[in-house]
T-cell receptor, first 111, second 117 residues
């Protein structure tokens, strides 16, 4: 079983709509969580860190559910430029902070 | 430099040749990762260096692949006797993390696109 699992999608989203997706992690010792964005043929880039209380950055909201071991990302008012693959990342103290990447969720925003 | 630097950006090699890919991490970052990504696929973990600890080599696909990190800084990924299935983008990332701390975000280089012909 992979340590971080994501629905690969694609999630086809009309421009202006809201899309949300989750990722699950298997290591209960995971302490740090991140969402990365990867555009086609580009390197992944940090979108946002995920804090215990949940956090918001503009149109993006990330939430952490420790009891069920998942994190979520919600994108409001989707833009064409939001089309990308979103990678979920977890890190735990029992593995020297090694970041575990999910395989990514593809989002396609359509006009 | 300010970011993670990888070289070369592109490499075309003949099947059976050896290649070396280089990664210069962000100064002071203790952790360094190598991943590879085939077209349309997710990141495939290869190897993880953390400070002076023994590297986590669990992702290396075969004994043709090896990596080292000298002086806790620059890393080289070597692929011996390259095969066509080795063609992919090889990404390096670094982060600041240490034992007992679950780590900060990783920063990626722009990758080396390897084509084996």
């Amino acid at each position: 079983r992979k340590e971080v699992e994501q629905d690969p999608g694609p999630f086809n989203v009309p421009e202006g709509a809201t899309v949300a997706f989750n990722c699950t992690y298997s290591n209960s010792a995971s302490q740090s969580f991140f969402w990365y964005r990867q555009d086609c043929r580009k390197e992944p880039k940090l979108l946002m860190s995920v804090y215990s209380s949940g956090n918001e950055d503009g149109r993006f909201t990330a939430q952490l559910n420790r009891a069920s071991q998942y994190i979520s990302l919600l994108i409001r008012d989707s833009k064409l430029s939001d089309s990308a693959t979103y990678l979920c990342v977890a890190a735990s103290t029992d593995s020297w902070g090694k970041l575990q990447f999910g395989a990514g969720t593809q989002v396609v925003v359509t006009p | 430099g300010a970011g993670v630097s990888q070289s070369p950006s592109n490499k075309v090699t003949e099947k059976g040749k050896d290649v070396e890919l280089r990664c210069d991490p962000i100064s002071g970052h203790t952790a360094l990762y190598w991943y590879r990504q085939s077209l349309g696929q997710g990141l495939e973990f290869l190897i993880y260096f953390q400070g002076n600890s023994a590297p986590d080599k669990s992702g290396l696909p075969s004994d043709r692949f090896s990596a080292e990190r000298t002086g806790g800084s620059v890393s080289t990924l070597t692929i011996q006797r390259t095969q066509q299935e080795d063609s992919a983008v090889y990404l390096c990332a670094s982060s600041l993390s240490f034992k007992g701390y679950s780590g900060t975000e990783a920063f990626f280089g722009q990758g080396t696109r390897l084509t084996v012909v």
